[in-house]
């Protein structure tokens, strides 16, 4: 008896004396368990406050499959696969994992059902609580904002371009619990609360984007085009108004989309601007002094340039035409005439000042750089074709954003998408003042003005079919060869029409992309009615009065 005693001595004295920390230390794992809180995640709304994302209560569906009895395996994947449906043989997979304590059904579920579901009793099956995110418009903006993902990060778009603002910071507590996964009474907790994100207001006005989306799907559609884009843009202000893509991603079901869907192409796609590019030309020549918009060419419909002998979009007798006329009609034979007249570093400059090249510095999510080769570089005849738009890939914010600046009085303003966003009180507070460049005189933007009214206005114009009654607009019209990867070469083409109005004080500049239409392919002819109905809209959503045509 004393040797058997002295054994439980012993042990009594490893235990509660040499191992005690070490064993207090396994029994608090085993017992305490640690939970994260999520934070909710901050609202994107649109410049009124409109809601474009919210953040919603739900629940998470789990399993114990080691706290599942045999018995009731089968009832439990019955049940639940009627109430959430899924597939009975998903669930009963799952349930057979008796070496798992912690498998996820389903996430982002209506609190209402995950009560039902809790109401059945199942010893194995808990409840979470969580957040899914929601997109009350659907495929509003939708490659402009994105998605989140199933984690709650930011996958795409603006919601992950500013995720750390939006997310929060998630917070812990730990309780301790009893073998059968109840809290033991009066026992420690601790907890740190989450912080909510903050919100995001942008720019974009909700029903001038829905009119945008409305314009260019119906094109599309109707030129059997690959896809389309329309960037509308506050010129006093360069805040962007309206960013729309055909296709569009819905953001609630983004996962039947494919990845190419899922992006911004009005600032990621890009492509030859054509004709719309002539405004750079005519702005490097007239702000060089080597042509004004009464100069006088005589010009043929071809003209050879090195190698190539490059010709206008129609054939035409040779006449005389003043450098007006030339923009007008957007004869490429004259805008190369008038290029002749300045050296290919100052016709570089000027498109390195426009923002060609470069990111717009708005911080738009996926936002490409095009391709503007060193003008050391240009062979002969690219000299000439990029006088013209052919040779140089832009993107449509790019565009947009040179003709901000010609409506400007030849300033340019950084566009913006961001107006601002709620500080930790929330608050809101404006984004700061975009930057604002010079980049051609007052008197050149309003001489370039009065040339692109032309193209719009005058029988002999290129995009009558974008004049609006009441408005003085102008615009310019873009027809550029297609160069595709899967062919190899250039197949097919983008049609282009931007422009502003009123032209005497401009308020808005509106810029229509289709690419590869299969129904006409002429920018004047494809592209300029979507912008007559995405800027008649914007015009009476903003209230702007005409000016007289």
């Not at 498998?103 to 579901?117: E, F, G, S, Y």
């Not at 059968?180 to 994100?197: A, C, H, K, L």
């Not at 010709?311 to 004259?334: C, L, W, Y």
């Not at 899967?486 to 029409?497: I, L, R």
């Amino acid at each position: 008896m004393a040797f058997v005693l002295s054994l439980f001595a012993g042990r009594l004295v490893q235990l509660q004396g040499l191992d005690s920390k070490v064993l207090q230390a396994k029994a608090a794992q085993q017992r305490v368990l640690l939970e994260s809180l999520p934070a909710r995640r901050g609202t994107i709304t649109d410049v009124k406050g409109h809601p474009l994302a919210i953040t919603d209560e739900a629940r998470e569906i789990y399993l114990d499959p080691a706290d599942v009895t045999p018995a009731r395996r089968d009832q439990i994947a019955t049940t639940l696969a009627k109430e959430l449906t899924l597939p009975k043989e998903q669930i009963a997979g799952m349930l057979a994992k008796t070496d798992k304590h912690y498998l996820v059904v389903v996430r982002d579920l209506d609190p209402m059902r995950a009560k039902k579901i809790m109401s059945y009793g199942f010893k194995g099956v808990g409840s979470k609580p969580t957040y899914r995110r929601t997109y009350p418009g659907g495929n509003l903006a939708g490659g402009l904002i994105g998605f989140v993902g199933t984690e709650g990060r930011g996958l795409t778009g603006l919601e992950r371009a500013y995720d750390k603002v939006l997310a929060g910071q998630d917070g812990q507590q730990s309780i301790e619990i009893g073998r059968d996964g109840q809290r033991i009474p009066m026992t420690r907790s601790t907890r740190q609360s989450p912080v909510s994100g903050r919100s995001v207001r942008l720019t974009i006005d909700r029903d001038v984007q829905w009119a945008a989306q409305e314009a260019i799907d119906k094109q599309v559609r109707a030129t059997r085009a690959r896809s389309g884009s329309v960037i509308v843009m506050d010129i006093r202000t360069g805040q962007i108004v309206a960013m729309a893509n055909s296709p569009e991603v819905d953001l609630n079901h983004w996962d039947d989309y494919a990845p190419s869907d899922w992006g911004n192409r009005a600032a990621a796609e890009v492509f030859e601007p054509g004709s719309t590019n002539k405004v750079i030309t005519a702005a490097a020549a007239i702000e060089s002094g080597a042509v004004t918009p009464e100069t006088r060419f005589t010009v043929a419909d071809h003209i050879r340039c090195a190698d190539r002998v490059l010709r206008d979009a129609h054939t035409h007798k040779t006449e005389p035409m003043t450098f007006t006329q030339v923009i007008g009609e957007s004869s490429n034979v004259g805008t190369i005439m008038a290029a002749q007249r300045i050296t290919s570093q100052r016709l570089y400059d000027m498109f390195r000042a426009f923002g060609f090249g470069a990111t717009s510095g708005g911080r738009l999510p996926g936002e490409e750089e095009g391709l503007l080769p060193k003008w050391e570089t240009w062979s002969g005849s690219q000299r000439c074709t990029i006088a013209y738009g052919q040779g140089i890939s832009v993107t449509a914010l790019q565009v947009a954003s040179v003709y901000q600046t010609i409506a400007n009085g030849g300033v340019r303003i950084t566009p913006t998408i961001v107006a601002g966003a709620t500080d930790e009180h929330g608050r809101m507070i404006a984004a700061p003042a975009p930057a604002q460049t010079r980049v051609v005189s007052a008197t050149t933007a309003q001489e370039i003005t009065g040339m692109l009214e032309g193209a719009v206005e005058d029988q002999g114009g290129t995009g009558s079919e974008a004049a609006i009654t009441g408005y003085r607009v102008a615009g310019k019209t873009g027809t550029a060869m297609r160069y595709d990867q899967k062919c190899m070469g250039y197949c097919g083409y983008t049609a282009t029409f931007v422009g502003f109005t009123p032209a005497q004080a401009p308020r808005l500049v509106a810029l229509a992309v289709i690419q590869d239409p299969k129904n006409g392919h002429f920018g004047g002819m494809v592209a300029a009615p979507v912008f007559k109905d995405v800027m008649t809209f914007a015009l009476k959503t903003r209230k702007i009065p005409p000016d007289g045509s």
